[in-house]
């Protein structure tokens, strides 16, 4: 998935805990081969080469990832949307290159962003993209999905305290022993100064703070919005507390590139969810369910 996996445990023993963490780490290995549109023999490529063709029978885990991106994607107007496959790529290959994509075919990748053309049948579990030329970029949503499906794998291990971190999307059980949750630190963008106080829940956060370039004078974020097509300003800052780990990562995505009023409108639509923004060199601003936020440290508050 393209970045680092942290995983720590509380076993009674080393033996148990090794065996519990290789199997957690043979799941995300699995949830890759589903996810990443960079392996050609996964789910999403082979959709990808079927696109405006056939339909074709998927994992299960897709489907649902598929379900819940279409739920953010109509909570948020479109900013979390899927299908930015195209764009992805283009960008991808500017970020490499230092040149802004050619026009053209940023305008063409554009046309193809749409997350209401994905058909899936739940039912038959199959999936199918509508129009040729079309491609899906999960790097929004599969991580936390990822992340909590390998807490699951160590719980049913025996060992339910336990975290798993990909990146910024972390997974936690059970509190350690004798604490009251897992102390998960917020982005120095934040300004807090404080860290989150969590357990039996899943944390994501998004921001171009540690992922961005300037491309020929202008910012360029790896967080795209699906609306343009464009990698533009730089992004807030947001960190999404939900029990869903799909759904937090999907959301911090998205309120990345809203304004404070569309992200309540989001957050709103997921009860229980609550998200910390700051755009740079702003305040940090709470929306959502602000008791879903314990406080430990420092002494700011949103």
Request: glycine share 10%; net charge neutral.
């Amino acid at each position: 998935m393209g970045v680092q996996c942290r995983i720590v445990a509380y076993a009674p023993g080393a033996e148990p805990a090794a065996d519990a963490a290789r199997a957690a780490f043979a799941e995300l290995a699995r949830l890759e081969g589903v996810f990443s549109d960079y392996r050609d023999s996964s789910e999403v490529s082979a959709l990808a080469r079927a696109a405006g063709v056939e339909s074709l029978p998927v994992s299960a885990d897709l489907v649902e990832v598929l379900t819940l991106a279409r739920r953010v994607h109509d909570a948020t107007g479109g900013a979390f949307d899927v299908t930015v496959g195209p764009a992805s790529r283009l960008w991808r290959e500017s970020r490499r290159t230092s040149r802004p994509p050619d026009n053209e075919a940023l305008r063409a990748a554009r046309d193809l962003i749409d997350g209401t053309a994905i058909r899936v049948d739940a039912s038959a579990r199959t999936v199918m993209l509508e129009r040729p030329g079309m491609c899906l970029d999960l790097g929004g949503i599969a991580k936390g999905y990822s992340a909590q499906r390998a807490l699951a794998v160590l719980a049913r291990r025996g060992l339910p305290c336990s975290m798993v971190a990909l990146a910024g999307d972390v997974a936690a059980g059970d509190p350690p022993p004798g604490a009251a949750g897992w102390r998960i630190g917020t982005p120095p963008a934040l300004g807090l100064g404080s860290a989150l106080l969590l357990s039996n829940t899943s944390v994501s956060t998004s921001g171009d703070e540690e992922q961005s370039v300037v491309i020929e004078g202008r910012h360029s974020s790896h967080l795209l919005d699906p609306r343009t097509g464009w990698s533009g300003s730089p992004a807030a800052t947001t960190t999404v507390v939900c029990r869903d780990g799909a759904v937090a990562d999907a959301l911090a995505t998205a309120i990345a590139t809203l304004d404070q009023a569309r992200a309540a409108q989001a957050i709103g639509a997921f009860p229980g969810a609550a998200a910390l923004s700051a755009r740079p060199g702003g305040r940090a601003t709470c929306v959502g369910s602000v008791s879903a936020l314990r406080w430990v440290g420092g002494t700011a508050r949103p």
